[in-house]
């Protein structure tokens, strides 16, 4: 009890739990880092559910955990998604084809399409046509012997952002929980022993 008693009234005590900090090996840092990151995955992956008009499937199941950095006395974590279009559906924004139009299944088509796009089914399989009323921004591919458009191509398409980064962060109660964007999507935070 004395040993304890004098570290308490040691003026030093911050320099002294520095000194214990270091002497933890990281590993002891890792484990309980990774399950607050599986924590901060599953709320990620509540609020895309919660906040989508449609299944959201790939963007949810894209999000891992994955290990930044980690040190003696610090550990990086974070929760990463690397579709190229999970960004944009955070932040919402325009999107503009590559090439002449952005393709995307009419409503009527979605379970008949499935995961395909104009490009998997062979050439001359669809009729182009102009929308009448839309002439310039919009048109059709329809399939001979179809009624109503398989796909709906436009020149540019607005996507509303779902923000469920900014959601997910204000549900978990840590600290220093930091977005990121660049070629992953997410976020990450980080632990340093005692500090």
Known sequence: MAQWESIELNPDL????????????????????LEEAEYVREQVVEVIMSLAKSGKGGLRDSYQVELVSKGREKVEVGVFSDLVYAEIQDTGGDIS??????????????????VRWPRDFPDGHFEFALSKSDPSNTAYLFEFGREPPVFILKKKVTIPGMLYLDWAEAVWEGEGLEPSFGNNIGVSFGNAGFH
Request: aromatic content about 10%; overall charge neutral; glycine content about 2%.
């Open 97 to 114: 084809p590559k090439k002449q139009w952005l393709a995307f299944p009419h409503k009527e088509a979605k379970n008949y399409v499935g």
């Open 14 to 33: 911050s320099e002294t739990l520095d000194e214990l900090a270091k002497r933890i090996p990281d590993e002891w840092l890792l484990a309980p880092m």
